[in-house]
Each structure stands twice: as C-alpha cells, then as structure tokens.
C-alpha cells in the first residue's frame, strides 16, 4: 500500500514536469536557434532576448509560487474534540445530529449551509466547514475557498495561491502571445522556402506551433477565471450555488462593484497586483457576504437620512412660527407670527372676510387661544 501511495505522488507530478521540459526547450528554440542563429540584425536580437527574458521571468515566478506556497487548511477550533466526535457518532437521528454540530458551530463564523440547510461538515477531516471550504480527495485535506485542483501544479488552487494562479495564467498567456509573435515572421519564410538551410528552422516551426496552441488553451481559461474575479466566485460556486442560512443565492460572495471582487483577491494596493505576492484580503476562513454589504449600505443610507432630517428640524426651529387661526366658521384663514394677535374679522358689504392687523396690538396668551402649527 506505501508503495502504491509513492507512485501515486511520483505520477502526480507528471504534468508539471511536462510543462517544465516544455519551457526548457522553448527556451532552447528560441534564444539559441533563434535569436543567436537566425536573427542577423543585432538590435532585434538584443530587443527580443529583453523582452523574452522578462516575460519568462514573470511567467516562471508566479509558476513556482503557484506550484510550492502551501495550501490553506481549515484552522484548529473548526475541528471536533473527541467528546463531540463521539456524540456525534452515537447519535443516530439526522436532526440530532444537526442540531449537536449547530451548538458546536454557534460561536464560529460560518454562515454557508447545505441543502438541506444544516451545518457544512467533513466526516473525513471532522471539522466544521468555513465558509467557501471543501475537501480535496488528491490533497486529501479540506481547502480554504477552494476553487479546484490544477493537475498542472500538482496543487489544490485555493485562498493562499489563487492570485498566484491568476498570474501564472496571465503572464504564461503573454509569453506564449510574444514567442509566437516574434517567431512568425520566420515561420511565414519557413514556408516560402526563404528562411534558407539554418540547422534550427525545424525548431522554429515547432516553436510557433507550440506557443499558438498553448496561448489559445490559456485565452479560454484565463478569460472564464478573470470573469470569476469579477463575480467574486470560484470554480465550485460556479457549478454549485452557495447556500445560506436564508437559502441559495449564487451572487452571496459578490461586493458592490467588480473593482471591489478584484481586491478581494489582488489586494488594496494596485501597484502589487501584477507580483506574485500574497495580498489577497481576510484569513480564508469567513468572507463578507452581499446581505451584510447590502444592510451595511441600508444602515449608512438610514443614517443619512436622519442626519439629513435633524438638519432640517434644526433649521424650522430656528424660523418663527406661525400660527393660522380659521375665522369666520373656515370661510378665510388669517397668518400671524408668534408675535402678533389673531384680529377678530368684519364682513365687508359683499360678503367676504376682511382682516385687519394692527402691528402695534400684543399678543395675550391667556386671553386667545390660538393652535400652533410648524409650516
């Protein structure tokens, strides 16, 4: 059983070394048959090992960090002790045994469920699931916000790499775009017999074939993945909507704007997106969600509408009051300031209200009685 367990890890690394041997003799192709024995200008080649160099750098140092940093696994307090593993094996009923991992899982922050609206558990790690988690049957282990398992990194694409595999999906996309830009030229000579008897033209039309094909695999790919940023989702949620404790919702993770989902994983600084460098926001085990954005957004909207609404109270406050009194049954109404006295009316010959207010009259609170009301 050991040994077939070696073999199994020794086969799993197959596709990276496959894609290693590729770059090597890309490198070969290019540089040496190309550059050094094909090219005849010398600025060209000077300028084509620049810029050759540095997409290759670029495409092998988010590689390499895809393919080593360690995958994010599920924090100690999200597994069960023995006492709770043991409860929950001696219960026999499905509610119970619900209801013993809802108590556990009271004071941790998850807030996905499944399907049947219960609590997210792995039987195999027995731990409680954070949010966005899954088990991994090749890593054998559970993955913060995994997204899948890339057989060409011989790795599980989750919370701590999967900046690192957005880059190497980019920068592998852009290496093979200027390998086969560069090299088409000689390509086209290739096949109008014009390229001459250079040992390497066999090399070259490999080369082209070779990075054509892979940039259009890699157009695809990194095109849906950069859509998945945008939305704030991954691979799994995708295929299989998140379920909340208020029911399916497959945009739960999405913030308000896509510039907001890209920072979820590329982090605030703008300059570092384009490095291989962890800076993906959170610790992998909760994630803001879109209801909590949403009653964020609701409380900060409350809020100014009540600042806004004292505002106003303060500045009616502030004015006099005014006072309308109905005289004569309703048939005229009569404004006065807080400082001046109801007058009482007299008819006029045709029959409408006259009123007449004297400024110098006062105003005597115990002898009127007169409603207030704030216009």
Not at 187 to 201: A, Q
Not at 343 to 355: F, I, K, M
């Amino acid at each position: 059983m050991g040994i077939l367990r070696a073999c199994a890890r020794v086969f799993k690394w197959l596709p990276v070394v496959f894609i290693t041997a590729i770059i090597a003799w890309s490198y070969y192709a290019y540089v040496i048959q190309l550059c050094i024995f094909t090219v005849d200008n010398i600025l060209e080649k000077v300028v084509y090992m620049v810029f050759y160099h540095l997409f290759l750098f670029l495409f092998l140092w988010a590689y390499y960090k895809t393919i080593w940093v360690s995958i994010a696994t599920i924090p100690k307090e999200f597994y069960l002790t023995d006492a709770d593993i043991d409860r929950l094996e001696n219960e026999e009923r499905g509610d119970r045994q619900d209801a013993i991992l809802k108590q556990i899982a009271k004071n941790l922050p998850v807030s996905t469920r499944t399907l049947a609206g219960g609590i997210r558990y792995c039987d195999i790690c027995r731990a409680i699931k954070p949010d966005r988690c899954h088990h991994c049957s090749v890593c054998e282990t559970c993955v913060l916000k995994m997204d899948h398992h890339c057989p060409w990194v011989n790795n599980c694409v989750g919370f701590s790499n999967y900046k690192f595999f957005i880059l190497f999906l980019m920068y592998g996309l852009l290496y093979c775009l200027y390998v086969a830009a560069t090299v088409l030229q000689y390509f086209i000579e290739f096949w109008s017999n014009t390229l001459g008897s250079t040992p390497g033209k066999f090399h070259i039309l490999f080369l082209f074939f070779a990075a054509a094909m892979f940039a259009l695999s890699l157009i695809s790919l990194f095109g849906y993945h950069c859509y998945l940023v945008s939305v704030n989702k991954t691979t799994l949620e995708s295929f299989r909507t998140p379920v909340f404790s208020s029911g399916p919702d497959k945009d739960g993770f999405s913030m308000n704007t896509k510039l907001e989902n890209i920072k979820q994983v590329f982090g605030e600084d703008i300059k570092q997106w384009w490095m291989p460098v962890f800076a993906s926001y959170g610790d992998g085990r909760c994630f803001p969600t879109r209801t909590e954005s949403e009653d964020s957004d609701h409380l900060l909207a409350e809020r100014q509408r009540w600042a806004e609404e004292g505002m106003e109270s303060d500045t009616t406050n502030t004015e006099d009051n005014i006072k309308i009194d109905i005289c004569n049954s309703g048939r005229s109404a009569h404004y006065a300031t807080s400082e001046q006295q109801c007058p009482q009316p007299s008819l006029e010959p045709n029959g409408l209200t006259a009123v007449t207010i004297d400024p110098e009259a006062g105003y005597d609170n115990k002898s009127n009685s007169i409603d207030h009301h704030h216009m």
